[in-house]
T-cell receptor, first 110, second 115 residues
Framework: QAGLTQPPSVSKDLRQTATLTCTGNSNNVGYQGAVWLQQHQGHPPKVLSDRNNNRPAGISERFAASRSGSTASLTISGIQPEDEADYYC???????????FGGGTKLAVL | EVQLVESGGGLVQPGGSLRLSCAASGFTLSPYWMDWVRQAPGKGLEWVATIKEDGSDKFYVDSVKGRFTISRDNAKNSVSLQMNSLRAEDTAIYYCANIFGAGYWGQGTLVTVSS
């Protein structure tokens, strides 16, 4: 099953801003949007943003999700050391009738 | 406190079976579609299966169709994954999750398929 496309890695200095992208098509990201997940090594994923780009309670305002057509974006502002993690996007695919994930972006904080 | 707690993982030989369970506490599963997602060692997230809120429809990734069965018991606030004919490539941490609803994820349970 085809997945969503994410850059494998991004490196940013402390306090900079990073924008992570997730590209799909009109059957998935362009259909109902994407969820963004953060995963630290050895821990389960944590939702940063739902398909409507809303943050769950307790998620920092430094994480902002958006979407333009079939591309979803996650902007992380004022990057902190604890932001070093893997970031995944996920969407429901209406044609495949299943969930598709991106391959993940590893964010390195320099 | 909301929790999804998976159980049932372990070491199994190729061709064997395991049944994973996911118990929810602190919230009610019944309104939500529920998912199983796995992560092989050092790899990304892979969707495995989804079940609708009333169990009326189930969806699977191609690689597990015919081998895995997702089910739920809303009265017991739980979801299960029956895994048969296991292969080495099924080795992974298996997470119970509510990806598109409330967004809850369990801690995961490790399944190792090896002789």
């Amino acid at each position: 099953q085809a997945g969503l496309t994410q850059p494998p890695s991004v490196s940013k200095d402390l306090r900079q801003t990073a924008t992570l992208t997730c590209t799909g098509n009109s059957n998935n990201v362009g259909y109902q949007g994407a969820v963004w997940l953060q995963q630290h090594q050895g821990h389960p994923p944590k939702v940063l943003s739902d398909r409507n780009n809303n943050r769950p309670a307790g998620i920092s305002e430094r994480f902002a999700a958006s979407r333009s057509g079939s591309t979803a974006s996650l902007t992380i502002s004022g990057i902190q050391p604890e932001d070093e993690a893997d970031y995944y996007c996920s969407a429901w695919d209406s044609i495949l009738r299943g969930v598709v994930f991106g391959g993940g972006t590893k964010l390195a904080v320099l | 406190e909301v929790q999804l707690v998976e159980s049932g993982g372990g070491l199994v030989q190729p061709g064997g079976s395991l049944r994973l369970s996911c118990a929810a506490s602190g919230f009610t599963l019944s309104p939500y579609w529920m998912d199983w997602v796995r992560q092989a060692p050092g790899k990304g997230l892979e969707w495995v299966a989804t079940i609708k809120e009333d169990g009326s429809d189930k969806f699977y990734v191609d690689s597990v169709k015919g081998r895995f069965t997702i089910s739920r018991d809303n009265a017991k606030n739980s979801v299960s994954l029956q895994m048969n004919s296991l292969r080495a490539e099924d080795t992974a941490i298996y997470y119970c999750a509510n990806i598109f609803g409330a967004g809850y994820w369990g801690q995961g349970t490790l399944v190792t398929v090896s002789s």
